[in-house]
């Protein structure tokens, strides 16, 4: 199976994906790791890829997305953003809309305790 077809399946399986460096538990990097945080702290369900366990899949989820920095964050198939963009739709409401429209169960208690830290 190709990096393309793995990543296309991998998306389609679940409905929130995050494409990152190290795990969610143990991110590898500042900018995995702000996006992880945020998924966890809000309670979201995701699956997380490890793109440096897999050198096809690092280069591959730049290649399907046309997007050249990880990490890459997918809901219900759709890419979404990197950190910077996850980061301004999380602070002005648009990830829990995002999130709302397609049936992602997160906890809006913790967004909103989010975009209260960084008012």
């Not at 399946?9 to 494409?19: F, G, I």
């Not at 591959?60 to 990197?82: A, M, N, R």
């Amino acid at each position: 199976m190709s990096a393309q077809d793995q990543i296309a399946e991998t998306n389609k399986a679940n409905d929130v994906v995050l494409y990152m460096k190290g795990t969610k538990e143990m991110p590898q990097c500042g900018f995995s790791s702000r996006v992880a945080g945020v998924l966890n702290f809000m309670g979201v369900e995701f699956k997380d890829v490890n793109v440096l366990a897999d050198e096809e899949i690092r280069q591959g989820i730049k290649d399907f997305s046309d997007w050249p920095t990880i990490p890459q964050l997918y809901v219900k198939g759709e890419f979404v953003g990197g950190c910077d963009i996850i980061t301004e739709m999380t602070l002005s409401g648009e990830l829990d809309t995002l999130f709302e429209q397609n049936g992602v169960a997160y906890n809006k208690e913790a967004a909103d305790k989010i975009r209260e830290a960084n008012a």
